[in-house]
């Protein structure tokens, strides 16, 4: 693996490639991205790529990708236009990506704007309030995670956040009689250490869960566009936002296995089926979906 530094006004971009460039097997690299997530939790998923020429990177103002711009809030065109910047950087011509949850959003950006970036997509469960029916309700869904963040801090906040993304069906009245949930009871920490910059429980990604696709461009572009959603999302806010964005395509959502995070090995005590998910990604890749 070599790692790269991709100076630009606005930003230094860090990515890594994993392999040799020009590929040793003629294929175009694999791109993975996240949001908020950075290139370490791609760690697990690239190591099942061996033949394949594997790149990651951290968004802007994440890991060691340094903000210069003087904003902390995320974006998914301002982030399509950076990984367009890496794939330049690279001089290997479009490129296979798969992209999950934040990243997914903006690998749409990224195939709306720049449509010859990329030659497939594998979209895996980005999370679009906008396509969703209960919107509204989502939205305050939302806005209750960052509430309570802002009120009690980390753990009050990741204790909301898996609430409301573990929540089956749409974000009904029954869902906001809840009471707070106890941080503990998650194995959260209860006290607060006064941060309030976190991306996920924030308002910074608001833009990111807020964005809605171009569906005319997305069409339009010479991209294969895969939505994928994991077997065991069931009816939670991903897998209906995965659903509905595989609908606003005219197609239905590519089942992958595991959940959410089915691609991480345990980094985040939040383990997968990487295996068999890396299996499950190749065959997309290969058309055999």
Excluded: C
């Amino acid at each position: 693996m070599t790692t790269h530094i991709l100076k630009t006004p606005e930003v230094d971009l860090a990515y890594d490639v994993h392999g040799p460039l020009p590929t040793a097997d003629g294929r175009p690299p694999l791109v993975m991205i996240g949001q908020p997530m950075d290139a370490g939790g791609f760690a697990a998923l690239a190591s099942h790529f061996p033949e394949r020429t594997v790149v990651t990177y951290d968004p802007r103002g994440l890991g060691r990708s340094t903000r210069k711009d003087g904003r902390v809030d995320h974006e998914p065109t301002i982030q399509a236009a950076d990984v367009r910047a890496i794939i330049e950087a690279l001089g290997a011509g479009p490129v296979e990506m798969f992209a999950s949850s934040g990243g997914a959003v903006t690998a749409l950006a990224l195939v709306a704007a720049y449509p010859d970036a990329l030659t497939t997509l594998v979209a895996h469960e980005p999370p679009l309030i906008p396509l969703l029916p209960d919107a509204p309700a989502a939205e305050r869904a939302r806005a209750g995670v960052r509430d309570a963040y802002e009120a009690k801090g980390w753990g009050a906040g990741m204790a909301a956040f898996i609430v409301m993304t573990s929540w089956q069906g749409e974000f009904t009245d029954e869902y906001f009689a809840q009471p707070a949930p106890d941080p503990a009871a998650f194995g959260m920490p209860t006290e607060d250490d006064g941060s309030r910059e976190d991306p996920l429980l924030s308002d910074r990604s608001w833009a990111v869960s807020g964005y809605r696709p171009d569906a005319d461009a997305l069409t339009a572009a010479p991209t294969r566009v895969v939505i994928a959603v994991g077997e065991e999302t069931g009816d939670t806010f991903t897998g209906r936002t995965s659903v509905a964005t595989a609908q606003l395509l005219g197609r239905r959502a590519t089942v992958f296995p595991s959940h959410h995070g089915g691609f991480l090995d345990g980094e985040f005590g939040y383990a997968g089926q990487p295996e068999a998910f890396a299996r499950r990604l190749r065959e997309v890749l290969d058309g055999l979906n």
